[in-house]
């Protein structure tokens, strides 16, 4: 009986040690996995700020501000660069959906950008940008994410981009508006209900104080320029320069989602 408590023993302790060196595979593989997944979402937060410019480059190159087309040709070479390094999300079941809707659209848009009618143009870049939300959304749902990094902000991210595509919408339209010098009722009708939507993230998004003086500048100068102003009056401000405030109010968000993409890249 003495002899063989010793075998037993030994047994436990070789399937204890087994049981430990699996675990540590499992947490060290699933480790790996959030690194890449992390690495994708900033290249599909750079996607994200890729399609947003040309968006609102596209808008003004089909509203009459043809100085833009260099401007536009270099976001579709940073576009293209950005794109490959993302094909990996076609292996995840869960990615691999809302990711081929995606390279679908902007491959149609893409051979086609410039041959569509402004309105259209705008609607089908607002659509190819929801999807890449969703993508991006799907990512942060990943069971890879632990209770840690839900802490340091990995759900906020999602309302961050959300934000950053409202202002997004609100600089195409505007900026377009501004190129055509024409601001008709369905205009009207697109920046209030815009307007509605970044005065919501005003109250509801707690960002820090530069990003809310930001939003709050560019709700301000959409106020007086496309809501208030009476109709055929000239416009104060030219394309480029609302283009530019709409983009400095973007850029704002984006600082905050480099911060929280900073905390979750730190090792523990």
């Not at 750079?46 to 399609?51: A, I, N, Q, S, W």
């Not at 009708?189 to 990003?211: A, I």
Request: glycine content about 2%; overall charge positive.
């Amino acid at each position: 009986m003495l002899e063989i408590l010793p075998a037993f023993t030994i047994v436990a302790l070789i399937i204890l040690a087994t049981c430990f060196i699996l675990f540590r595979q499992q947490q060290q593989k699933k480790q790996q996995l959030k690194r890449e997944f992390l690495k994708h979402l900033l290249n599909l937060k750079k996607l994200m700020e890729y399609f947003q410019y040309h968006r609102g480059l596209s808008a003004r190159y089909l509203n009459g501000k043809t100085s833009v087309a260099h401007e536009l040709r270099e976001k579709q070479r940073l576009i293209a660069q950005v794109l490959p390094s993302l094909a990996l999300l076609a292996r995840n079941s869960s990615l691999s959906e809302h990711w081929q809707s995606l390279l679908d659209h902007w491959q149609r848009l893409f051979a086609n950008n410039l041959n569509i009618p402004a309105d259209d143009n705008l609607e089908q870049h607002n659509r190819l940008i929801n999807t890449l939300l969703c993508l991006i959304e799907d990512v942060t749902e990943l069971r890879y994410w632990s209770s840690r990094d839900h802490h340091q902000g990995i759900g906020s991210i999602v309302a961050i981009l959300h934000t950053t595509e409202w202002i997004g919408q609100a600089r195409a339209l505007g900026s377009g508006i501004l190129a055509a010098n024409s601001n008709n009722a369905s205009d009207h009708s697109q920046m209030n209900f815009l307007q509605t939507k970044l005065e919501s993230c005003l109250q509801y998004h707690g960002s820090n104080k530069e990003s809310l003086n930001k939003l709050l500048q560019l709700s301000k100068v959409i106020s007086q320029t496309f809501l208030q102003q009476p109709d055929n009056t000239k416009a104060t401000i030219s394309s480029s320069e609302y283009f530019s405030i709409a983009s400095a109010a973007i850029e704002s968000y984006l600082i905050e989602f480099d911060a929280i993409m900073k905390r979750l890249t730190q090792p523990r």
